[in-house]
T-cell receptor, first 113, second 114 residues
Framework: DGGITQSPKYLFRKEGQNVTLSCEQNLNHDAMYWYRQDPGQGLRLIYYSQIVNDFQKGDIAEGYSVSREKKESFPLTVTSAQKNPTAFYLC????????????FGSGTQLSVL | QQPVQSPQAVILREGEDAVINCSSSKALYSVHWYRQKHGEAPVFLMILLKGGEQKGHEKISASFNEKKQQSSLYLTASQLSYSGTYFCGTEERAGGTSYGKLTFGQGTILTVHP
C-alpha cells in the first residue's frame, strides 16, 4: 500500500542535541512538506521541497534543516538552535498540480528532556 | 498570514448540524478541508477550486466564495465519528513555488455527543 511513513512516533531531545525525524513516501510524489503543530495554532510550514536537491523555507524555518537527496525521503533535523522544539511534527506529500490534496504521515511527537 | 477559522469550537448532539467557516486575506486558488483526530494524521475531506470545481467525499458539502475569499464546511446529521479538529488550508493564486503550498487555519474543535 502506498503511503507516508514517519519515524519515530515519539522522540526525546536533550539540551544542545540535534535530532532527526524521518519521512519516507512511496507515492511517487514530487513535493514533500514538513509542518509543525502546536496546540491551538494549527499547522505551520517549516520547509518544503518540490524536486530532489532543492527545498524552500516555510514560515518557521529557523532552527531546522532538511535535505532531499532522494525523491522518496525528506528528513528534518531539529537543531540545538531551536529553543522550543516540543511539538507534533507532520510530514506530507503531494503531486505538483494545482488543487491537489496533501497526504500526511502519522506524525512524530518531539519532547525536550 | 494564516486564514481565520470560526468558530473555535462546536459541541453538538448526534444528528445536529454545524457550519465551519474559513476566511483569508489573500487571493486564493483553492481551499482544502481536513479532519484530524487527536495524535493522528489529518485526513483529506474536500478541495474547492477557483472556478467552482470541487473534489472530495460525497457526504461532505462545502462552498467557496471567490470574491470574499471565504469557504464554509457544512456538516449535517452529525455522527459521533465526526468529532475531531477541522482545518482549512488555503492555496494562493500566485504561481511558481507556491503550487501545492498550503497555509492552514488554527482549527475548529468539533465534539459530537450521543
Amino acid at each position: 500500500d502506498g503511503g507516508i511513513t514517519q519515524s519515530p512516533k515519539y522522540l526525546f531531545r536533550k539540551e544542545g542535541q540535534n535530532v532527526t525525524l524521518s519521512c519516507e513516501q512511496n507515492l511517487n510524489h514530487d513535493a514533500m512538506y514538513w509542518y509543525r503543530q502546536d496546540p491551538g495554532q494549527g499547522l505551520r510550514l517549516i520547509y518544503y521541497s518540490q524536486i530532489v536537491n532543492d527545498f524552500q523555507k516555510g514560515d518557521i524555518a529557523e532552527g531546522y534543516s532538511v535535505s532531499r537527496e532522494k525523491k522518496e525521503s525528506f528528513p528534518l533535523t531539529v537543531t540545538s538552535a531551536q529553543k522550543n522544539p516540543t511539538a507534533f511534527y507532520l510530514c506530507a506529500s503531494s503531486r505538483i498540480v494545482r488543487g491537489e490534496n496533501l497526504f500526511f504521515g502519522s506524525g512524530t511527537q518531539l519532547s525536550v528532556l | 498570514q494564516q486564514p481565520v477559522q470560526s468558530p473555535q469550537a462546536v459541541i453538538l448532539r448526534e444528528g445536529e448540524d454545524a457550519v465551519i467557516n474559513c476566511s483569508s486575506s489573500k487571493a486564493l486558488y483553492s481551499v482544502h478541508w481536513y479532519r484530524q483526530k487527536h495524535g493522528e494524521a489529518p485526513v483529506f475531506l474536500m478541495i474547492l477550486l477557483k472556478g467552482g470545481e470541487q473534489k472530495g467525499h460525497e457526504k461532505i458539502s462545502a462552498s467557496f466564495n471567490e470574491k470574499k475569499q471565504q469557504s464554509s464546511l457544512y456538516l449535517t446529521a452529525s455522527q459521533l465519528s465526526y468529532s475531531g479538529t477541522y482545518f482549512c488550508g488555503t492555496e494562493e493564486r500566485a504561481g511558481g513555488t507556491s503550487y501545492g503550498k498550503l497555509t492552514f487555519g488554527q482549527g475548529t474543535i468539533l465534539t459530537v455527543h450521543p
